[in-house]
C-alpha cells in the first residue's frame, strides 16, 4: 500500500516548488516518483507531424517529482502530514495522518 495515491491533494517539501499544494496526477511506484498537478512544469519542444495532424512548438507540461519531496496536506491541521497505517476491527487497511491520528480513507 503506497503512502500516496492518485487523487491525493499534496504539499512539495523541497525544490523550486516548495510550498505549493496540488492533486496527485500519477503515482510511478516504480521510481518512487509522483506528478502533481501545475508543479515541476517544464517546456517540452515537439516537432510537428504534417501525417497526424499535430502542430510542433513549445509545450508546457508537469515533471515527475521524487515522492519523497511531498507530503500529504492535512486540512485540519492546514500542514503536511506523515502517514501511518492501521488495521480496522473488520481487518481493513487504512491510512492515518500522525498528527491527529484521523483516517485519510476508509
Do not use: C, Y
Not at 19 to 28: A, D, I, T
Amino acid at each position: 500500500m503506497m503512502r500516496i495515491r492518485k487523487g491525493d491533494e499534496v504539499v512539495v517539501n523541497a525544490g523550486k516548488d516548495k510550498g505549493k499544494r496540488g492533486l496527485v496526477l500519477s503515482v510511478h511506484s516504480d521510481t518512487d516518483e509522483v506528478v502533481v498537478e501545475n508543479v515541476n512544469m517544464v517546456k517540452k519542444h515537439t516537432k510537428g507531424n504534417p501525417m497526424q495532424g499535430a502542430p510542433g512548438g513549445i509545450i508546457e507540461k508537469e515533471a515527475a517529482i521524487d515522492i519523497s519531496n511531498v507530503s500529504i496536506w492535512n486540512p485540519v491541521t492546514n500542514k503536511g502530514d506523515k502517514i501511518g497505517f492501521r488495521l480496522l476491527e473488520d481487518g481493513q487497511k487504512v491510512r492515518f495522518f500522525k498528527s491527529n491520528n484521523e483516517v485519510v480513507d476508509v
